[in-house]
């Protein structure tokens, strides 16, 4: 009797892990989605003319920077649309959400953790690459793959040059298949690559 509790315990403990991680990926699907309908439609985004003073440090967002935002929260800042202004710089167009702890946070990344330039994000897309073997990224890392991603589409349609267009483009992709690869961790068949549907014909400068 002893024996059987014991295993039926250690049963409800194995599946109470699994469940676990089935949560925790479900929840950085329910962001990746969230981020990606924010990416296609767009709202609002524009150039402007806002020029910024000296940047803000960590500790006047009340620290804690290092710590991702819930994705319903990161979503509704996302969804309220981004500007481009002359100096590369991505800001939220709310300037009431703006003003909130989540985004002075935002505006942090964006300004001093995205890259603002090609050659920044390529190196970027580069260090996510390297990190391809081994465990998933952690939630910091994971947040910044896709605001990389993010901020590549408003670059691409502020572009002028079709060349630089198509390297805007294809940095977005291969984060988008780094995406998938992550998510996939611990999920798909080993050796196997997850489904890239369309970018999967897109060649890797990376190898």
Do not use: N
């Amino acid at each position: 009797m002893v024996c059987g509790r014991r295993m039926q315990e250690e049963r409800a403990a194995g599946e109470s892990r699994i469940q676990r991680t089935w949560w925790g990926m479900a929840g950085k699907k329910k962001f990746l989605a969230w981020l990606m309908v924010a990416i296609c439609l767009l709202p609002g985004m524009t150039t402007t003319q806002h020029h910024e003073g000296q940047p803000m440090d960590s500790t006047s967002v009340g620290g804690g920077l290092q710590e991702p935002e819930a994705p319903e929260v990161m979503f509704e800042l996302l969804w309220a649309g981004l500007e481009l202004d002359v100096m590369g710089q991505l800001h939220l167009q709310d300037e009431e959400l703006a003003s909130t702890r989540p985004g002075l946070r935002l505006r942090l990344l964006l300004q001093h953790h995205v890259p603002s330039d090609l050659e920044g994000a390529e190196q970027r897309l580069q260090q996510f690459q390297d990190l391809r073997k081994g465990p998933p990224l952690s939630p910091w890392d994971f947040e910044h793959l896709l605001l990389t991603g993010l901020s590549c589409v408003y670059r691409l349609h502020k572009a002028m040059e079709a060349e630089e267009r198509g390297r805007w483009a294809q940095v977005f992709a291969l984060l988008a298949q780094e995406t998938l690869w992550d998510l996939c961790k611990g999920f798909c068949p080993e050796g196997q690559p997850p489904s890239l549907g369309p970018w999967a014909s897109i060649p890797d400068p990376f190898p």
